[in-house]
């Protein structure tokens, strides 16, 4: 058999390999990471809103949404305004999370700054303080659609709406952080309000939207690596690790052919 042919065999076989290595290469090409910032307005005039908490994530996923169960994460938030759970619910699932850290007063604002890869969706919660387990927020935002949103109050579902002191942590009342739980749980619904039966007077009910999330694209950048979940790869070590093994195949299919060539002599 030819120099040629033993060549043309050997680059053959690398061209097969390097059909099979091809995704590699391919999958190690960068994505846009898109940096956002997102100013949460509470729109209440008595309502006192907790420190929001924002996350991006797939659209596939759901932090909460109206006519489901909360996670144990949103209870917290509803009933106690507290994030850590939650946060840690997110974690594995969101591309970036941030959260705030004092409570919002009424016509108060706070800007968060946060990454999200092409596609991503924002999420939010924070809870109405003066209520039992009434919160707003938001349920996968399109952020290719970014600018202001407004919100309304929804019931987590999870504590009766007595409006007792007792229940309600917000100042003035002060009270635990847990009420009574509803029995049995409740998908999240729209919230009816403060009604005034008890301790949480008429002056704390609102109408229309209680917050507003204006968002806004800041800065994009290359990220590499094949997905947010996954190990990232260099270009430059594939590249030298297939050029390696193709030399290798390249010389023992040149022997193997010469040795075969040899022996029907």
Do not use: C
């Amino acid at each position: 058999m030819s120099k040629l042919r033993i060549a043309a065999t050997g680059l053959g076989m690398l061209s097969m390999l390097g059909v099979v290595l091809a995704p590699i290469g391919a999958s190690a090409q960068g994505m846009a990471t898109n940096t956002y910032e997102v100013t949460i307005t509470n729109l209440a005039t008595k309502q006192v809103l907790s420190p929001p908490i924002i996350a991006t994530h797939a659209s596939s996923a759901h932090t909460w949404q109206v006519g489901q169960p909360v996670s144990e994460g949103v209870r917290i938030v509803a009933e106690e305004g507290m994030n850590d759970k939650l946060a840690a619910e997110l974690k594995g699932v969101a591309t970036d999370v941030s959260m705030g850290t004092a409570p919002l007063m009424p016509g108060t604002s706070v800007t968060l700054m946060i990454k999200a890869h092409e596609g991503d969706v924002l999420s939010a919660a924070t809870m109405l303080v003066q209520t039992n387990d009434g919160f707003t927020g938001l349920d996968n935002m399109a952020l290719s659609s970014a600018g202001d949103k407004e919100t309304m109050a929804y019931d987590a579902g999870t504590e009766e709406n007595d409006e007792k002191a007792s229940n309600v942590p917000g100042p003035p009342f002060g009270g635990h952080n847990s009420g009574v739980a509803t029995s049995p749980r409740q998908p999240i619904s729209m919230h009816p309000g403060i009604i005034g039966k008890a301790d949480v007077g008429s002056e704390f009910n609102w109408s229309g939207p209680v917050a507003r999330f204006s968002v806004r694209m800041v800065g994009t950048s290359e990220t590499p690596g094949v997905s947010p979940n996954m190990p990232k790869t260099g270009t430059g070590d594939n590249s030298l690790w297939l050029l390696a093994l193709g030399a290798g195949v390249l010389l023992f299919s040149g022997l193997a052919t010469r040795r075969f060539a040899l022996g029907k002599r």
